[in-house]
């Protein structure tokens, strides 16, 4: 075999190679994204909220919600997802009693409701942050079919992966949308608009 059929059939080779990489890591994703629009996610649960005060499902229902699953030691997704949920709702001029925001955390053994309720508030007045006893939260976010794993960092400290997307939530408390991280700003809106009717 001379020198350019050698070439021509690794770069064959690293085509297919990276086809078939490209494929499991689509694969892993999708395992980590649940199946949402049109299927019945959550169940019930009683947690408190960032103010102390007890919080069911019944908070998701009577109105459209964002529903974000997130914590509050997360160096980029979360608070950018904070800021771009107060200022979708902000921009399309939506009351606070016209569509319910909810961040429930993923990290119920740091994120007290104290602590929820400081790092919120310096971004929203709107958004409701929701916490608990750990595994009474982490089966809420079971329920939901939520991707999280804590990750260490060394010296006890950890981070957590998660499930990065918004739910939007229909009156009825259903997944009718799901607003992807770094999605454009006209499309989250967008689909904001269409669940208010």
Not at 55 to 60: E, G, K, L
Not at 71 to 76: D, I, M
Not at 123 to 141: F, H, K
Request: aromatic share 10%; glycine share 8%.
């Amino acid at each position: 075999m001379d020198t350019r059929s050698r070439t021509i059939l690794f770069a064959a080779l690293v085509g297919v190679l990276a086809l078939g990489a490209g494929l499991a890591l689509r694969q892993l994703v999708d395992a980590r994204t649940p199946a949402v629009v049109g299927t019945d996610l959550g169940a019930p649960f009683e947690l408190v909220d960032q103010n102390g005060e007890t919080i069911t499902q019944a908070a998701f229902q009577g109105r459209p919600s964002l529903l974000f699953f997130g914590f509050t030691h997360c160096p980029e997704i979360c608070p950018t997802t904070v800021y771009d949920m107060e200022t979708w709702l902000t921009d399309l001029e939506v009351g606070n009693d016209d569509v319910g925001a909810f961040f429930v955390t993923v990290d119920p053994e740091r994120d007290t409701p104290e602590f929820l309720r400081d790092y919120l508030s310096a971004q929203s007045d709107r958004i409701l942050g929701i916490t608990g006893e750990p595994e009474a939260v982490w089966d809420m976010a079971r329920s939901w079919r939520i991707y999280w794993a804590k990750r260490p960092l060394g010296d006890g400290d950890y981070t957590v992966d998660h499930y990065s997307s918004v739910f939007v939530l229909n009156a009825e408390g259903k997944v009718v949308d799901v607003i992807a991280y770094g999605e454009d700003a006209d499309t989250a809106k967008a689909k904001i608009s269409a669940v208010l009717g």
